[in-house]
């Protein structure tokens, strides 16, 4: 039963502890962890050839396995930038949809706090639901709706582990103002500001899936003020933020999601247009993974400089 197994504290000091016992010296403690989402995996590609050491999660002990495609799985660590700040890359992460416990999802998170990390920057796939944002557009998220942990499905549910934080953490101050602020000054010293590609600020529903939203969902979320939807990343950033964790989140836009209604509610439509013409019409906007990663990849090398670039000047002061 819950109350009786080993706490997650119990099993991370156990990870971390293995986990530092393959690094050198000069990795076992990094200050920041970049958790990279669906088709972000190039964000390894940032941090330096040299030291550098790659774990496989199916090697590491209590860590969950990561079955979506597109994920592949390492723990990586590594130095990045000019000071060669060592940092952990998560590659691929557990999500709840594939059927782990919420305290599995955010098990990693808590692992990197152990091994030191003072500074977590998480990257997802997202549902565009604002209508100004394109697909490719990359969002600086500043609040969150856990839809799922309103109704109890929350990484904290059960009895508080002091060692990481207290029993009703704060999030009205989750996402960390400093680091935004440094975000957006990244975007323009890079000169991303002169692109097609827009960097927003803005709020990310949390949803369980698999399935995407039905359009009467999308509808729901957007007058519940959120800008974007998906399947991670709060759970995390909750279990991150509990643990005194700095937190900076990006999503980057991967589709659109659909807010018009379709055929329903819309009467005429389904008497007048011929069958082919209402298909064309209820296709445009569908979700598709193949899309999510097809936009990941393109996008992914501008998040990558931006992430590299905010992790530079943070260690300039
Ligand atoms: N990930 C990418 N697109 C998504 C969407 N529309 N809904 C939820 N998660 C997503």
Redesign the pocket.
């Known amino acids: 039963d819950t109350l009786a197994a080993p706490n997650a504290y119990v099993r991370a000091s156990e990870t971390a502890d293995y986990v530092r016992s393959k690094l050198p010296e000069v990795l076992q403690k990094p200050k920041v962890a970049i958790v990279c989402g669906s088709g972000l995996g190039g964000l390894v590609d940032t941090i330096d050839a040299e030291p550098k050491v790659e774990l496989a999660y199916s090697t590491i002990p209590n860590f969950p396995r990561s079955t979506v495609q597109g994920h592949a799985g390492n723990f990586v660590f590594g130095t990045i930038g000019p000071q060669k700040t060592p940092v952990a890359l998560l590659v691929g992460r557990a999500h709840f949809y594939e059927g782990h416990t919420i305290d599995l999802v955010t098990f990693a998170t808590r692992v990197c706090r152990l091994l030191g990390v003072e500074t977590m920057i998480v990257t997802n796939?997202?549902?565009g639901l604002n209508e100004n944002y394109e697909v490719g557009d990359i969002v600086c998220l500043n609040d969150h709706l856990n839809l799922a942990g309103l109704v109890g499905i929350h990484p904290l549910r059960g009895p508080n582990i002091d060692e990481f934080g207290v029993r009703f953490p704060p999030l009205s101050d989750a996402y960390d103002l400093d680091l935004r602020r440094r975000t957006h000054e990244a975007w323009k010293k890079l000169g991303l500001d002169q692109q097609k590609r827009k960097l927003h600020e803005g709020v990310y529903a949390f949803?369980g899936?698999p399935s995407?939203?039905t359009r009467a969902e999308c509808r729901m979320l957007r007058s519940l003020g959120a800008d974007v939807?998906?399947?991670s990343t709060v759970p995390e950033i909750i279990v991150a933020r509990h643990a005194g964790v700095r937190v900076l989140a990006f999503s980057l836009v991967?589709?659109k999601?659909v807010l018009d209604a379709g055929s329903r509610g819309n009467d005429e439509a389904i008497q007048t247009m011929s069958k082919s013409e209402l298909e064309e019409h209820l296709n445009k906007g569908k979700?598709n993974h193949q899309e999510?990663l097809d936009a990941g990849r393109e996008a992914a090398k501008d998040m990558q400089a931006l992430v590299k670039q905010i992790l530079s000047d943070l260690h300039e002061g």
Request: net charge negative; hydrophobic share 55%.
């Open positions: 796939a997202a549902g949803v899936g995407y939203e939807v998906g399947m991967t589709n999601a979700a999510v």
